[in-house]
């Protein structure tokens, strides 16, 4: 039988996704220079690398599972610097979705224990969002969004 072993995450990692995003490389001294040509296919590999390195890790180390649904909370969002919060699936295209917005955008992602947090930067959002973060949602927080969407 396989079972999910918790993990414990010690260090903080970040990583950014942009819709705006260009392909870069690394050069001889390791610094990022936009590449000379260009798939067209960077978005996709951002959106795997959040999978891989952050969201799953932190899904393991939560004990989260893909049917679960989670709240993600913050302030500071849109033009009038709101609060509020979104219910998504427990996987990446879903927070992806919920996410997004309808312009350019870049998210950056800090995972560092066991929390996963994001801030979202914008036309509307030059100096990003507060932190938004992200947790198991309840059940009241689910009833309430599902008739109130």
């Known amino acids: 039988m396989l079972t999910r072993e918790r993990i414990k995450i010690m260090e903080k990692f970040t990583l950014a996704l942009t819709s705006d995003c260009t392909c870069e490389s690394y050069d001889d001294e390791d610094n990022l220079v936009p590449n000379e040509y260009c798939y067209g296919d ?19 180390a939560n004990d989260i599972k893909d049917t ?12 009038q610097r709101r609060s509020g919060y979104t219910i998504a ?8 979705q919920n996410l997004s917005i ?10 560092e224990g066991e929390e996963l ?33």
């Open 68 to 79: 679960d649904l989670l709240h993600i909370g913050g302030d500071g969002i849109g033009w």
């Open 102 to 111: 309808n312009g350019d955008f870049t998210l950056r992602f800090t995972l």
């Open 117 to 149: 947090s994001v801030i979202r930067s914008s036309h509307d959002e030059p100096t990003g969002t507060g932190w938004m973060t992200f947790r198991l949602a309840t059940e009241e927080e689910i009833e309430f969004w599902e008739n109130n969407r």
């Open 42 to 60: 960077c978005w996709n590999d951002q959106k795997e690398n959040f999978e891989a390195f952050m969201f799953m890790q932190w899904a393991i």
């Open 89 to 96: 699936q427990a996987n990446t295209n879903s927070i992806i």
